[in-house]
């Protein structure tokens, strides 16, 4: 026993022990406890005035969210994002095929794409076809803020890369969004998007033109809430990729201009190769974060107009707090934490595999 006390064992279980004291009640428990209620009809007025109110129905809640009626597969169904999946999938089995580099991360990748694409070409009558609603504008909504936000903090960075006075303000300015609340934000962006008094109409008053009605129309509320979210993240993207450039060699980018590379080439073929552990844990922070993306569409639009911008966190408040229904919502919850888990393993085997 002494040996043991004296141990890197001990030392390591010592380091991480105030997390555990505070990750085993606070989340590991209530994780628990949602997977048991939603494994009930949990009425939450009923079971409030009577803790007996509860009834045990298995797995009725995740059939009534899976399930349906006159099932079929088509071929068109979600046509678009499944020719992204699809060119992607045989993209990334080329390069496999080429490279003989089939590994653990090349065929997690390969089967979560070909599942998602297979899984995507079901329709028919759902038992509860709002819930597949939700999921599809949540899916748009991050597969629309990622890369955008991605993309512009990636170029903002490399703009303000350098010495000065002006580079450090400008920093400053883009990280500025980042340290407000989404209630700010909405507010913010609620001003901005005004029909009569906004940002956007007092810029097309002067010009005899009208703002369209970006919170209230079902084709311009989702991109409104987009907009809004990539203003409201580039920040912290920004100092992300800031760090990562700093990193970078000088006299490599030296070298690339005494062999004549322009600043395109630099960006393709020297920084961004450089940097792109960085890139790949930026996209995986902002897809986490934006699949449980709620305070935007319940402060902004209401899940409207109809259920245009309503995602997967805010129908699961919907279900448990406004319906009462908590064995539902949880049931919803388990659903989106084994998707992410998926993910997360997919994305921690290609890691495994580059790192490799």
């Given at each position: 026993m002494s040996s043991f006390w004296q141990s890197d064992t001990f030392s390591g279980w010592a380091f991480i022990s105030p997390y555990l004291i505070a990750f085993i009640p606070l989340l590991l428990w209530p994780f628990f406890q949602g997977l048991w209620m939603s494994l009930h009809d949990w009425n939450l007025l009923a079971v409030t005035f009577n803790p007996d109110a509860k009834?045990?129905?298995?797995?009725?809640?995740?059939?009534?969210?899976?399930?349906?009626?006159?099932?079929?597969?088509?071929?068109?169904?979600?046509?678009?994002?499944?020719?992204?999946?699809?060119?992607?999938?045989?993209?990334?089995?080329?390069?496999?095929?080429?490279?003989?580099r089939f590994d653990r991360g090349y065929v997690w990748t390969l089967a979560g794409l070909a599942t998602l694409w297979l899984l995507l070409g079901i329709r028919g009558d759902w038992y509860d076809p709002r819930f597949w609603i939700v999921v599809?504008?949540?899916?748009v909504f991050v597969a629309w803020v990622v890369p955008l936000t991605t993309l512009t903090a990636l170029l903002l960075a490399i703009a303000l890369n350098r010495q000065g006075r002006w580079a450090a303000i400008m920093r400053t300015v883009f990280f500025f969004s980042q340290i407000l609340s989404v209630t700010v934000v909405t507010l913010i962006w609620q001003l901005v998007y005004g029909v009569r008094n906004g940002f956007i109409a007092n810029l097309l008053t002067p010009f005899g033109l009208e703002s369209p009605n970006w919170l209230t129309d079902d084709q311009l509320a989702m991109g409104a809430i987009v907009v809004?979210?990539?203003?409201?993240?580039?920040?912290?993207?920004?100092?992300?990729?800031?760090?990562?450039?700093?990193?970078?060699?000088?006299?490599?980018?030296?070298?690339?201009?005494?062999?004549?590379?322009?600043?395109?080439?630099?960006?393709v073929h020297i920084i961004v190769p450089s940097i792109i552990?960085?890139?790949?844990?930026?996209?995986?922070?902002?897809?986490?974060?934006?699949?449980?993306?709620?305070?935007q569409s319940h402060l902004m639009t209401q899940g409207g107009p109809g259920d245009s911008t309503n995602v997967w966190v805010r129908y699961i408040y919907q279900s448990a707090f406004r319906d009462s229904e908590v064995g539902y919502a949880s049931a919803m919850a388990t659903l989106l934490f084994v998707f992410m888990l998926m993910f997360s393993i997919v994305q921690y085997a290609v890691t495994k595999r580059q790192e490799a």
């Open positions: 009834q045990f129905i298995g797995l009725s809640n995740y059939a009534q969210l899976i399930g349906g009626d006159n099932l079929s597969w088509s071929l068109s169904q979600f046509w678009p994002f499944r020719t992204v999946l699809l060119v992607g999938g045989v993209t990334m089995f080329l390069r496999a095929r080429r490279h003989n599809r504008n949540t899916v809004a979210t990539v203003w409201w993240s580039v920040g912290f993207a920004l100092i992300l990729f800031l760090a990562g450039l700093q990193q970078i060699p000088g006299d490599r980018l030296e070298a690339a201009t005494l062999d004549g590379a322009t600043g395109w080439r630099k960006v552990r960085t890139v790949q844990f930026v996209m995986i922070m902002q897809i986490v974060l934006h699949f449980q993306v709620f305070g």
